[in-house]
Nanobody, 127 residues
């Protein structure tokens, strides 16, 4: 069983920055593909960013490309989401997700592909 705990959310003004962290339990974190998703009130959950085992491959939703950066520190069992130039439309609950895989290079962009989810952290961007 893998447990994921997000932190770093909060209230920020438009144009500001936040860094989300997701700490994972388990000794095999380095073999998990990881992703970030978000869900705004009244909307469906949407993909934000994903990263492979070693961090060499990343992928972003068009809405955050150039503003958000996903990274990971396998020694700390943690994945990060650096969010810059935040906009009010970025307001949502942000979730991290993990997918154990034997494929070093693979990344996943669909929620149903992930096996484990955190409880979420609220990000609110005021205008």
């Amino acid at each position: 069983q893998v447990q994921l705990v997000e932190s770093g959310g909060g209230l920020v003004q438009a144009g500001g920055s936040l860094r989300l962290s997701c700490a994972a339990s388990g000794r095999r974190f380095s073999t998990y593909a990881m992703g970030w998703f978000r869900q705004a009130p009244g909307k469906e959950r949407e993909f934000v960013a994903a990263i492979n085992w070693g961090g060499g491959r990343t992928y972003y939703a068009d809405s955050v490309k150039g503003r958000f950066t996903i990274s990971r520190d396998n020694a700390k069992n943690t994945v990060y989401l650096q969010m810059n130039s935040l906009k009010p439309e970025d307001t949502a609950i942000y979730y991290c997700a993990a997918k154990p895989t034997d494929n070093y290079s693979i990344i996943f962009t669909r929620g149903q592909e992930y096996d484990y989810w955190g409880q979420g952290t609220q990000v609110t961007v005021s205008s």
